[in-house]
């Protein structure tokens, strides 16, 4: 089996790629090659299986039909910027989010000659736009109020779409924002939901832009690369026509994740955390869905790897700090 990782050089890609080379198969098939695609150098992982690495801009029209060209039997696509910087740059969103998705599948349609790939594509949360429901159902409208969010919708449209005609076997997975994040703040407008946990556990100060009673929904990066696996292998028939779904996750409050912090790392690295209101910051998330109800998704046998906030900061520590962090 072939597979083509698009963004692989992004937390999420770096994660999914040592999965599958740990696994050396997904689903029942072996990996015969993996091919790493992203606008800075993937890093090669050390692995007997194939590995291809490209360098490549996935809006720039050229880049998909060279990727596809080979038949990858299954496409990650994970190339996106974050929602902040998508906000922040109108055009750029558009031409990456956007463009960048309908090149690639216009490159599957365009190899022809039966060929058919799994393609999983990673959606967000933010395809939804206030006023919510306590709880977001699986019937519930997409209506984005923000760039970022409706470049994700219209992708889960056009991938549905062509989908339904026979041109690829295509999923789209809304992934709850990933806490916790490792590494170093990004451009994200929900980076800090990370950072409240993350720079307080390796001994640095963070900030809080927002209240305490802001509840959103989360999962770990190690729920994000199961859902990948999962969706990657399986049986699509059982989805039928809406091939866009939410993923399981977690809502919590900003008080609760700080409450959870405090009872797994203790009052010290809460400490840590400065409260600093930004109304930039309170104006987006305003906008943004707090709690859902994934019936579907677990129905089709989508799972978590955590159960509380608790498990989420401990996911963390053990996953990125080798379970120890600065008291």
Request: hydrophobic share 45%; proline share 6%.
């Amino acid at each position: 089996m072939h597979i083509l990782i698009l963004g692989a050089a992004g937390m999420v890609g770096r994660k999914l790629t040592d999965r599958l080379v740990r696994d050396g198969r997904l689903g029942k098939r072996d990996i015969s090659k993996l091919t790493l695609q992203d606008v800075v150098a993937p890093v090669k992982p050390n692995t007997a299986i194939p590995v291809e690495l490209v360098t490549s801009d996935s809006s720039d029209p050229r880049t998909a039909p060279q990727l596809v060209a080979s038949k990858p039997d299954v496409i990650f696509h994970l190339a996106a910027i974050v929602s902040g910087e998508a906000e922040a740059d109108f055009d750029k969103g558009y031409r990456i989010n956007l463009d960048g998705t309908r090149y690639l599948i216009d490159a599957i349609r365009n190899v022809g000659g039966g060929y058919k790939p799994r393609l999983v594509f990673t959606s967000s949360i933010a395809v939804f736009g206030a006023p919510f429901p306590d709880k977001i159902g699986d019937e519930f409208l997409s209506a984005p109020l923000t760039s970022y969010g409706t470049q994700k919708a219209i992708c889960e449209l056009l991938i549905s779409d062509y989908t339904r005609k026979g041109l690829f076997d295509g999923v789209s997975i809304r992934l709850p924002t990933i806490c916790v994040r490792p590494g170093a703040p990004n451009k994200a407008a929900s980076g800090f939901f990370s950072n409240i946990i993350r720079e307080p556990l390796a001994g640095k100060e963070a900030v809080l832009p927002v209240s305490d009673d802001v509840m959103h929904w989360h999962a770990t990066p190690r729920s994000a690369v199961g859902f990948l696996i999962h969706a990657a292998t399986m049986d699509t028939a059982a989805m039928g026509p809406r091939r866009a779904l939410s993923m399981p996750g977690l809502a919590a409050t900003v008080g609760e994740q700080i409450a959870a912090l405090e009872r797994v790392a203790g009052k010290n690295v809460v400490a840590r955390i400065k409260r600093e209101p930004d109304q930039t910051i309170i104006g987006i998330v305003a906008g943004w869905p707090r709690n859902f109800d994934t019936a579907r998704a677990l129905k089709l046998g989508f799972t978590t790897a955590e159960k509380t906030f608790d498990d989420i900061i401990r996911i963390h520590i053990e996953d990125e700090l080798g379970g120890k962090f600065v008291n």
